[in-house]
């Protein structure tokens, strides 16, 4: 099975028992109210505790990983906002997805009557969880899966199976005294170790949430215009990895994202740009909102004109980005 799995192209496997996991850690964080505006987290908590619910009579969970670009830390130049790496080239749900149907084929042929249930992101599973306890690595003080080889890079997937499989022993935890992205988080949304709460997280609010960002936040925002990946580059793991990148994951799509042209990014060019890319998770009105954003945090006097025309837009969180950003540019911007 992990041979299949990596002549599918994944770079690390590994197997855990399907017994439910601890409760504590999703726990913890839904009793703050950290998962913010993700509701179906809260809604679906049974169902990410035990993959029985899922798939009924599974036995075995096979844990993937697949490492995306490291690309460069560098920061985006003016007129441009920086995207997180992961999201630099094309949609890693398209690729993984196909990586699974290859290695569901190859689990089938050695075994037709077994069943198995593929995922990537979309269900409710808890890929990191389970990536830990099937010793591909483990979950660091930023929230992210972290592997010896590969670092944080990497993307996530879970095969769910109905066969008992030799389980891997879990991975022990590797961070030790190490804290350096908690501080390294731009607005403090790391309060203690392995909880990210999503109401302070750029990450949060420049790709899943719908509507204004609060002040608060958007004040922090920096250049990330899609992502961030601050308490990733803070991580000491993370500092001589990406030799295994995929290169179906290469940045080449949007290394970065042009502030004027998202000031007026209209709905055909956002689906002519975007689609086929992570990017389009935030939709047209967030990649409109975060370039406003960027450009009144970072000052960039210039788009004050175009941003002035969105005051205006119908699109969700649109018109209060631009009184926000024309505020930070001087009123009218100049």
């Known amino acids: 099975m992990k041979a299949a799995a990596l002549d599918a192209g994944f770079h690390k496997v590994g197997i855990a028992r399907a017994e439910p996991l601890d409760p504590g850690p999703l726990d913890r964080m839904l009793a703050r109210g950290a998962e913010a505006d993700m509701a179906w987290l809260r809604t679906q908590r049974a169902e990410r505790l035990d993959p029985s619910r899922l798939l009924a009579g599974a036995r075995s969970v096979v844990a993937l990983a697949l ?6 830390s560098r920061l985006a130049p003016g007129g441009r906002a920086r995207v997180a790496r992961y999201a630099r080239g094309r949609d890693y749900h398209a690729v993984v997805k196909r990586r699974l149907r290859t290695f569901v084929a190859s689990l089938k042929a050695r075994d037709p009557a077994a069943r198995a249930l593929a995922t990537v992101d979309v269900a409710p599973v808890m890929e990191k969880a389970w990536a830990e306890r099937a010793g591909i690595g483990w979950v660091g003080k930023n929230g992210c899966l972290i592997t010896p080889e590969l ?35 731009p607005t403090g949304a790391i309060p203690e170790p392995g909880l990210v709460d999503a109401r302070r997280c750029l990450s949060f609010h420049t790709i899943e949430r719908r509507g204004p960002v609060p002040e608060e936040v958007a004040g922090r925002i920096g ?5 961030c990946d601050d308490c990733q580059t803070a991580c000491p793991w993370n500092a001589a990895t990406g030799a295994a990148s995929d290169p179906e994951l290469a940045p080449t799509r949007h290394p970065w994202l042009d502030l004027r ?10 689906r002519r740009d975007f689609y086929g890319t992570a990017l389009a998770r935030a939709g047209h009105a967030g990649l409109v909102r975060n370039a406003i954003l960027v450009a009144g945090a ?3 006097r210039d788009l004050a004109p175009a941003i002035r025309r969105r005051l205006e837009s119908d699109l969700p969180g649109v018109p209060e980005a631009a009184r926000w950003a024309l505020e930070r540019l001087g009123g009218d911007g100049g």
């Open 67 to 72: 490492a995306y670009a490291a690309g460069s």
């Open 151 to 185: 670092g944080s890079w990497v993307v996530l997937a879970t095969v769910l199976v109905d066969r008992e499989l030799e389980a891997d022993e879990p991975h022990p935890e590797r961070c030790g005294d190490c804290s350096a992205c908690m501080p390294a988080c």
């Open 223 to 227: 250049r990330w215009g899609f992502g």
């Open 261 to 270: 042209a998202l000031v007026g990014l209209g709905e055909r060019a956002y």
């Open 298 to 300: 970072e000052g960039e």
